[in-house]
Structures are given as C-alpha cells and as structure tokens.
C-alpha cells in the first residue's frame, strides 16, 4: 500500500512539473506591454511591470491631436528607457515662414526603476520620471505599485507634473522638504534636468486595472485619466469622460496590435514591435565534421608537414577560418589564425583546435592558437589536446580543459612571422561590396522625416599587412532632401549643424577616402595612424594609441587629429575652418558586461569638456548603452537640448540566422545635431578592434569553445 502511495505522489508531482498552467497550452503569449508613450504601462498612465532585460521595443501610438514613436530599452531586468518622439497635430511647430504648415514636435527621454520585486503578499513597486529634462510639456514623476491576481494586474500609485494635474492631494513629501511644495519650472527649449521640481507639487492618486484573456491572446485595459488635458496651460482639449478603456491582440510574443477609446471621445491606434536579444533561440549549425586520420596517415603528414599544412588550410577554409602561419613541432602545433566569421575568440579557437587534432599525430599534447583581430595578433590560446579530445566526447568539461590551458598574448611579436608554414598573400589585396543604405533628418522643422535611399560602396585596398586604403562612396536612389528651407542659426562654429547643406548638396559623395596604419610597438600597445577624408564633414590626419593589458579590464587611450571641414558636396574641396581635436579616454569593465567610457578633451568646435559612456553586453553579444557629454559651452550658447546625450545599441546578425557571423546591426539616436561636444567620427578605432579581445572576454565566452 505505501509503494502505491509513493508512486501516486510521485505521478501528481511529475504532472505538475509537465505543465504548470493551463495557459502554456495557449498559443499567444499575453503579457504587459507598452503604455502609450513607450514605457511599459496602461494608456496614459504607468504601471509596475518591466520587460525583460535584453529587450527592444518600437512602438507607436496615434490619437488626436497626441502621436507618441519611441523606443524602449531594457538594459536591467529593473530598468526601462525611452526615447519618445511626440508630434502634436492641433499646434504649429513655428511660423509658417520657418516650418510651414508642420505641426508641434517634441523629443522626451523616459526612464523607470524597479523599487521591489513582486511577492505572494506585495506588489511590484517602480518610480519612474517621463520627459526627463524636457520641455516639461508631458513632464511626470510617479511612484507606482502592481499586483497580480489571477488574470487582473492591479496598478495604485501617485503621480506628479502631469500626471498629477488632478490635483487631488498636496506632495506627500512636503513635509521633509519645504521645496516639495510646489512645482515652479516654466516650459522651455528643454535639456535641462529640473531636479527642484522632481516629485514636487500637488500629487493625483492613479489607479488602473489590467485583464487577460490568454485563451484569445487578449489584454484589457481600464484607467482612471489624472492628466486632465481639459485644465492643460500647453494645450488645453475638452474632455467629456476621466475613463480610458481600450485592449490589445497579441499577434505574436514580438507584435501586438492596440485599440483604445479615450476621454470619452477619441479613438487611439497603436502597434508595438518587440525584439528580445538575452538569448539566442535559433540552432546553429554544428562544426564540420573532420575525419580523424588514421595512426599511419597521421604520421605520413607529420613526417610530410605540407600535407598537413594543406590538409589543415582546406578543413579550416571550410569553417570559413583562415591560417595566417602554422608549425608542426614534435610535440606540439601551433597555427595564427583569422576569421571575419565568429565573433567571439573562443569559438574560433574551438573549431580551429577540433581540425588541429582531428589532423596530427598522437605524440602532439599542445595546440596553440593566436588569434587576429584585424592586423593584431591579439590572443593565444595554449590547449591540453587530451582534455580538449576528452570534452569533445563529452568525458570532461570545458572548465577543466580551461583548468589545464593558458591564455597569453604577445601582441609585439606576432607569431605569424615566425611559423614554418606562410600562405601565400598576394598585396594588394582588394575587397569591396555596394548595399542599399539610408541617410536621414529625424524631427527638423521641415518635417518628421527626411530621408534619402542612398546606394553605399565600400572598397578596402590592404597594401601589405597594417598599410590600408579604406574608401566609401554613396550614390543616391531617391530623396526627399529639397524640403530643406532652414539653415543653421548657430553661434558656434557649424561643424555638425550644416549637416542639411551636407545632405542636400552631397546626394551623391565620397564619405570617406584614407590612408590608415595600424601596428603594435610594445606588448599591450597599439597604434593607429590615419589620413586623407576621415568622414563625412572632415579631413586631416592623425593617430590614436591604446593601451590595452591583456589580463586588466582597465585601460586607458589617447587620440589626435589635425583635421579641416570638407565642402557641402563631399569632394575634394574644403572650407576655411581648422582645428585640433583630440582625447584621452579611460575604459573599464565592470561585471555583468557593463562598460565605461570617460573622456576628456578637444572638440570640434574647439570647446572643452568630457563624454560619460556607459554600455552593457550581454552573452548574446547585444548592446545597449548611452552617453552624455558636457563641455565649457553655456546651455544658452549650446541651443535647444543644453547638452549632448544620446543612445545606442548593436544587434549580432547571427542572432537572426542559423549560421555564425560576426556582423552587428548598430542603430544610435542622437536626438540634436549640434555644434557643441561633437566628436571626430573615427572608422576603425582601436577600441571597436580590441576591446572585446581580452582575456575576461575570451572567459566570458569560455563555453562557446565546443561549439
């Protein structure tokens, strides 16, 4: 009787763990999704819950006269942030002299912190700022709480700035500080952080509730409207019921569509496109299979090195992987390797040691890999080849075969000089390819969005190793460019701001043309020359040096360019303006893959000051990072925004393919385009080479070695 017992307790236990909820079986995944301004909530009003982190989400949301386009970034599982980009169809963006019939723009940053983790007993609670350092014409603070039960999430909070125009109660906070009384920063060009006014003001309860209906991929919205536009001082609209209701249809986990009845009189549409980069949910293919050769061909081609070396550089060519120099000791193999195809050095390592063996005679115990990384030699790899074999037939494990290896770096004497083996290289060495590319104005006064599908080539001519031209020329397809009608009104040099005469007038350009050397003098030490076209809006010459300890996260870099302002049409003429630019620039590597980058210099527009960038990466290879710049320019002279700032993030391309390949898609949003805290666009910088070449980051890619 008890056995049977044991076996009935154990089946239920095995049948909860098969399926936890009847909602696994639904095919649509509902879940939170975005408020109608970006950040994860209701409709007008925020609420507690946060995407994964890794995440990207586009959204857009249209209703008069308000149309909100973002995009929301997860670096934290705790943090969300937003750029919005708010166009406002009942106002005028200007004179009509300046902007003609185009309606009011407004560009806000959003950001939300996750306070506390939700439990059994309490909510998840967040604070969160909207329009931080805006024009303050959406500009809130919100302490919000959320609970699930069952299929409802319920939202409580408090809500300030606009979304406290309700005014239901004084700041809560008045009482520690005099200064939380009340809210006294007018609406202007923005840019600036009104921390004085933050949580400050009368305050408005927000409450909302949420409803899914998993089984039809369905979610419900319902929320009590604090934003009163109808006693709105920026644009004032009737408003015939406080109830916003509205649901939104889960397509896919990436795509839902949303349909919204608001102020008792208005209908909004919106759609989010959602993309999650933590993991990489795609096979990939499997190593090629290597035939190990038998005991007497393995000795043949030990006794016979060029049928090794042949052998070894078709089976590698295979892999896309391409030998640079190999030497076949007694005991030992050592081959210099490179490949444009993975990106991370300990894959590349792998495969390369998996054809390494498969290949040589059982008397080789080492295999030794040095990696390059454009020119550098930036990495070697020094492998026990029976625990490597033994992993491979899964009797070890990759932290023991890393327990019996060694990973160095010699970066001065690389060791593809000195092998017994040397490829044939035939200099110059000529590579090119043509795609279709775009190039825009986002938010000008002429418009939301100008653009022009521009037809881009890139050539690089490799005259030896270290000596290249690199080239990029565009040809346009279509534009919409002549819209332009306003010149730059700045008072500082316009080394950014002319960047329509630059659009419009270089239709078709020579973006770069420039003679580029790069070597390694000392260990740990590389240096990068560079001159001709540097970029789109400047040429000159020039040099950076890295400093890079191959075991440190620490590491410190120095730029400096001589450089002159190119003509509107990106030729071969220039303008009269020159100037000296440079920096040095210290990084670090913090754990958990986030990144630093503090700067301090010469810029463009010859002012002074320092670039804060801070980034993190996750194991997919997926970043997203922002900056912020301040220099000696007064936010009166700087203009609209006060200061520079701006986000960024980089997608790995085989994240969306069933191969490796070690390209990135990079998009960043820079908000302004202005003259003050510009910096020299620099292609092929030491650092966008060699920072991800070290050895915490070949550790913390240490299990992709078997892949």
Do not use: C
């Amino acid at each position: 009787m008890q056995i049977k017992r044991l076996l009935f307790v154990s089946l239920v236990l095995i049948s909860f763990n098969v399926k936890s909820s009847i909602d696994d079986y639904f095919e649509k995944k509902v879940h939170p999704n975005s408020s109608n301004y970006g950040i994860t909530g209701i409709l007008e009003l925020p609420n507690a819950r946060f995407m994964q982190e890794a995440s990207l989400r586009f959204s857009f949301s249209s209703s008069f006269p308000n149309e909100y386009t973002s995009i929301t970034g997860s670096p934290f599982n705790w943090f969300e942030a937003n750029y919005r980009y708010a166009e406002v169809k009942n106002l005028n963006y200007g004179p009509s002299f300046y902007s003609g019939n185009q309606s009011w723009k407004d560009k806000g940053f959003d950001v939300k912190f996750r306070l506390f983790s939700e439990n059994y007993y309490f909510p998840s609670l967040a604070l969160g700022l909207r329009d931080l350092a805006g024009t303050g014409a959406f500009s809130s603070e919100y302490i919000v709480g959320t609970k699930a039960v069952g299929n409802f999430d319920i939202t409580l909070g408090l809500g300030w700035g606009v979304l406290g125009s309700e005014a239901s109660f004084g700041s809560p906070f008045k009482s520690i500080h005099a200064g939380f009384e009340k809210r006294n920063s007018d609406k202007g060009q923005g840019g600036s952080f009104n921390f004085k006014d933050w949580f400050s003001g009368d305050a408005a309860i927000l409450s909302g509730v949420e409803y899914d209906l998993k089984k039809y991929g369905l979610r419900f919205k319902l929320e009590y409207d604090t934003t009163n536009p109808d006693q709105s001082s920026f644009n004032q609209m009737p408003v015939k019921s406080r109830f916003n209701f509205g649901m939104s249809y889960f397509l896919a986990d990436s795509l839902d569509l949303g349909l919204a009845f608001e102020r008792g009189d208005q209908f909004r549409l919106s759609f989010n496109l959602k993309g999650d980069f933590l993991n990489d949910n795609l096979t990939k293919a499997k190593p090629k299979n290597v035939i190990k050769l038998s005991e007497e061909r393995a000795l043949r081609a030990k006794e016979d090195k060029s049928i090794f070396y042949r052998s070894l550089n078709r089976s590698l060519r295979d892999e896309e992987i391409f030998i640079q120099g190999a030497t076949y000791n007694d005991d030992s193999v050592e081959v210099v390797v490179a490949s444009n195809k993975y990106a991370k050095a300990s894959m590349l390592m792998g495969r390369t040691s998996r054809v390494v063996s498969a290949l040589a005679e059982e008397s080789v115990k080492e295999i030794k890999i040095d990696v390059m990384n454009g020119d550098f030699e930036v990495a070697t790899l020094e492998l026990d080849r029976e625990e490597f074999d033994k992993a491979l037939e899964y009797k070890s494990s990759v932290n023991e075969v890393l327990e019996s290896s060694k990973l160095i770096s010699s970066s001065n004497k690389p060791s593809y000089l000195t092998t017994d083996f040397k490829p044939i290289i035939n200099f110059p060495q000529i590579d090119w390819r043509f795609s279709p590319a775009m190039r825009h104005q986002i938010g000008g006064p002429e418009g939301f969005y100008l653009g022009q599908l521009w037809l881009r080539g890139d050539a690089s001519i490799k005259l030896r190793r270290g000596l290249t031209i690199h080239s990029t020329v565009g040809f346009d397809i279509y534009n919409t460019f002549n819209d332009f009608i306003n010149t730059s009104q700045s008072r500082l040099p316009h080394v950014r701001s002319d960047i329509q005469l630059y659009l419009d007038q270089g239709k078709n350009n020579i973006e770069k043309l420039k003679l580029e050397y790069m070597f390694s003098p000392i260990e740990d030490v590389y240096v990068r020359a560079d001159l001709g076209l540097l970029e789109q809006m400047f040429g000159g010459y020039g040099g950076e040096i890295l400093y890079r300890p191959f075991e440190n996260e620490f590491y410190v870099g120095f730029a400096l360019h001589r450089v002159k302002q190119r003509g509107y049409r990106q030729r071969f003429d220039f303008l009269e303006y020159t100037t000296d630019t440079g920096h040095f620039t210290l990084y670090y590597d913090f754990p958990y893959g986030i990144s630093s980058q503090f700067k301090i210099g010469r810029y463009l527009a010859r002012d002074k000051g320092f670039t804060l960038d801070l980034s993190r990466r996750f194991k997919t290879g997926f970043t997203i990072g922002a900056f912020a710049s301040k220099t000696n320019i007064s936010s009166e002279l700087f203009g609209e925004g006060s200061f520079d700032k701006g986000f960024y993030f980089s997608v790995p391309l085989d994240l969306f393919y069933t191969d490796y390949r070690a390209s990135n898609i990079s998009f960043g949003i820079h908000p302004l385009t202005k003259d003050g805290a510009a910096l020299l666009n620099q292609h092929n910088s030491l650092h966008s080479i060699l920072a991800d070449t070290n050895k915490s980051s070949i550790l913390r890619d240490w299990e992709d070695l078997l892949k």
